[in-house]
């Protein structure tokens, strides 16, 4: 099915979201290299997945028989210290955003760091990321600072990096927002209310 034909539904169905240990580290180079100007190699995701602090999920298909070899639709890390958490990263194949993957992998990473007792996590996202900054926001994450000039881009003017942080207020909220919507969360069906 071509991109243009799916919608999130679709793609939530055929999506599950995995967690992640050292031997992936060069799949999700090899992603994270084919988005970003100054990517992570497998030496970084290596040295970062090693370490106990560290959570990494990536999106991949559910589909019977899946081609193994293939590369994750998408990938977050995430590290946890004392009460506070932060996404180091999140990439999505260009071929497969949009459609709901980069919400299944945020609210995935809530749900773990609140188990490791996190209250908060943090990230920060370049200004012109309108993308981003809308699926964060969409998401209950709120402004909550700005580092000037933090981004620097080859061959553009420096980059404001936006602060923005996501207060985890109880066990169950992270998932919450995706059930509302009826979709399946890590492969289990929404929570339907009852009537």
């Known amino acids: 099915m071509m991109r ?10 055929a999506l599950r979201i995995c967690g992640c240990e050292p031997h992936h580290a060069g799949e999700l180079a090899q992603l994270h290299a084919s988005l970003f ?10 040295e970062l997945l090693a370490n106990p602090g560290t959570l990494a999920f990536a999106a991949r298909s559910s589909a019977i028989g899946a081609d193994k070899a293939l590369l994750p639709w998408g990938l977050i890390v995430g590290r946890v210290a004392a009460d506070e958490a932060e996404v180091l990263t999140l990439a999505v194949a260009r071929e497969h ?49 700005r580092r000037r000039g933090y981004y620097v881009r ?42």
């Open 37 to 46: 100007e100054a990517p992570w190699d497998a030496a970084n995701f290596k």
């Open 154 to 195: 080859a061959g553009a003017s420096r980059e404001d990096a936006i602060n923005m942080c996501l207060k985890l207020n109880g066990p169950a909220e992270a998932g919450t927002r995706l059930e509302r919507r009826g979709l399946e969360l890590d492969g289990l069906p929404a929570k339907r209310p009852r009537r």
């Open 97 to 145: 955003q949009r459609l709901g993957v980069g919400a299944r992998l945020v609210e995935r990473l809530c749900r773990a760091v609140q188990k490791c007792g996190a209250h908060r996590l943090y990230l920060e996202v370049a200004e012109a990321n309108k993308p981003a900054r809308a699926l964060y926001a969409g998401l209950g994450f709120q402004e909550s600072g």
């Open 4 to 13: 243009a034909d799916r919608t999130p539904a679709d793609t939530s169905s």
